[in-house]
């Protein structure tokens, strides 16, 4: 999850006529932005940026670092950049009764986080959902009877199938119609997306260890074709600290739940990372070490109550036209259509179908045509 840190706030409320700007001292942008956490069971993957401010917020991510996992007993494992502020190392097996901490350097500036204690995250016990006529609610539950109370965080990756308007067989080439090969069939896609909103749950006020039925996400039929063929949803979950979930949560505050005076003004984030160059420079992050667990559920549609379910073609047209090199000339040349099924007339054909790239090539909603290793 990426967030977005905006350090100038203005709100403007009813009728006031004078907008309210917020009194923050300091540099009020450029601040160095780090999210994520050590994974010592898998793969570290960490987001670096610079807040900018509200009235241009725009990622700015932070290139040329080098970050090091470093442990209390001197051993330290590097991060390889993978480009956009992106840093990570895969196959973590470390000891989780050791404490690590992450060592940046960027800008002639170090940065250290604190040492932290391995969180030790359990098994989801459940993946689940429930649909009714507007849409399918998913849930997530786990328990941990070693202790008490439970931090937790959920995220999730989606995938799914999806289908486009029309199935093409034919591709226009070299001034003709010819029959479209199977690999390059562009009906079916699948489509991955990484959830963005801040899922956390604790179980202070509960006598045991146990979050059962939390509403993880919400996917409704009328605004996205998640659910017209199949949907695959991949739920990671991480056991946190005490003040490291006190920390996400003061980030869920001050990103998700803004908008009038009535609601919680923003904090100052701060964390547990600290330019140990300059140690007045203020630093966005919070680097926890955790186990990771996780759970992959699939729904199908034939699995869903009846119901209109939208598809994003619902538009679409077929256009149809001569097949006279002229006719197909006009309708093919300029790309602006894909021809899609000959058309017969006494078992002879008399003309070809046609419509946009947008209602025959199912990439043009973001999807692939490489279905998925795990795919069922």
Request: hydrophobic residues 30%.
């Amino acid at each position: 999850m990426k967030v977005k840190y905006c350090v100038l706030l203005i709100i403007v409320f009813g009728a006031c006529t004078k907008p309210y700007v917020a009194n923050i001292k300091g540099q009020s942008v450029g601040f160095l932005v780090v999210e994520g956490y050590i994974n010592v069971s898998g793969t570290t993957t960490i987001h670096m940026s610079r807040s900018t401010g509200l009235d241009s917020p725009q990622y700015i991510p932070e290139l040329g670092a080098q970050l090091v996992i470093e442990s209390n007993n001197g051993g330290s494992i590097p991060l390889t950049e993978a480009g956009n502020g992106v840093y990570s190392v895969d196959g973590l097996n470390l000891d989780p009764t050791s404490q690590y901490r992450l060592q940046i350097l960027t800008a002639g500036k170090e940065y250290l986080s604190d040492l932290s204690t391995v969180n030790i995250t359990p098994p989801i016990d459940s993946v689940n959902w429930t649909a009714n006529s507007s849409g399918v609610n998913i849930f997530v539950s786990t328990h941990n009877d070693l202790v008490q109370p439970g931090y937790y965080q959920w995220s999730f990756n989606e995938t799914w199938e999806y289908n486009s308007g029309y199935s093409s067989d034919l591709e226009y080439q070299n001034s003709e119609l010819i029959a479209r090969p199977l690999q390059d069939l562009i009906y079916t896609c699948w489509r991955t997306d990484s959830s963005t909103n801040i899922a956390i749950s604790n179980t202070e006020k509960l006598s045991s260890n146990v979050v059962y039925q939390y509403p993880l996400t919400q996917i409704p039929f009328d605004n996205t074709n998640k659910m017209t063929v199949k949907y695959s949803i991949l739920v990671k979950q991480t056991s946190l600290s005490k003040d490291w979930y006190e920390w996400v949560q003061k980030i869920q505050r001050n990103t998700e739940q803004l908008g009038s005076i009535f609601d919680a003004q923003p904090s100052e984030t701060g964390g547990n990372i600290h330019c140990t160059t300059d140690p007045t420079e203020m630093v966005i992050g919070f680097i926890g070490t955790t186990t990771e667990t996780e759970q992959r559920i699939f729904i199908r549609r034939s699995q869903l109550p009846f119901a209109r379910i939208y598809t994003g073609y619902e538009s679409c047209t077929l256009n149809t036209s001569g097949l006279d090199p002229a006719s197909l000339a006009s309708e093919f040349s300029t790309g602006f259509y894909i021809p899609v099924q000959l058309v017969y007339a006494n078992g002879i054909a008399v003309g070809v179908t046609s419509s946009s790239p947008d209602c025959v090539d199912c990439r043009v909603q973001g999807g692939t045509l490489t279905k998925p290793d795990f795919w069922q």
